[in-house]
């Protein structure tokens, strides 16, 4: 089994930053893809961005120039690092995984953690 467990959100003001972390842990696995999405009060979870192995990203349009992400495979670890931060960033932050499991494909997901922006 993988657990993956999301850190760095909190409260912040509108064009200030933030960086969040999501650690990937287990056993006798490995990562092809780790990614970012959200969820705001009342709206669907929505994509932020993608990595694969090889560092190659990809990003909703709306947050592309403003959130970087990117990864430690030795560490199974991501990071989105989020600037110019708007009202409308506030969600919770989830992070995803696909996971390899022997002959298994899984995908996880974290607990998400909490943006706030607001003056």
């Known amino acids: 089994q993988v657990q993956l467990v999301e850190s760095g959100g909190g409260l912040v003001q509108p064009g200030g930053s933030l960086r969040l972390s999501c650690a990937a842990s287990?056993?006798?696995?490995?990562?092809?893809?780790m990614g970012w999405y959200r969820q705001a009060p009342g709206k669907q979870r929505e994509l932020v961005a993608t990595i694969i192995s090889s560092g190659a990203a990809n990003y909703a349009d709306s947050m592309e120039g403003r959130f970087t992400i990117s990864r430690d495979n030795a560490k199974n670890t991501i990071y989105l690092q989020m600037n110019s931060l708007k009202p409308e960033d506030t969600a919770v932050y989830f992070c995803?995984?696909?996971?390899?499991?022997?002959?298994?494909?899984?995908?996880?997901w974290g607990q998400g953690t909490q943006v706030t922006v607001s003056s």
């Open positions: 995803n995984a696909l996971v390899t499991i022997g002959l298994r494909h899984l995908l996880s």
């Open positions: 287990g056993s006798g696995f490995s990562i092809s893809a």
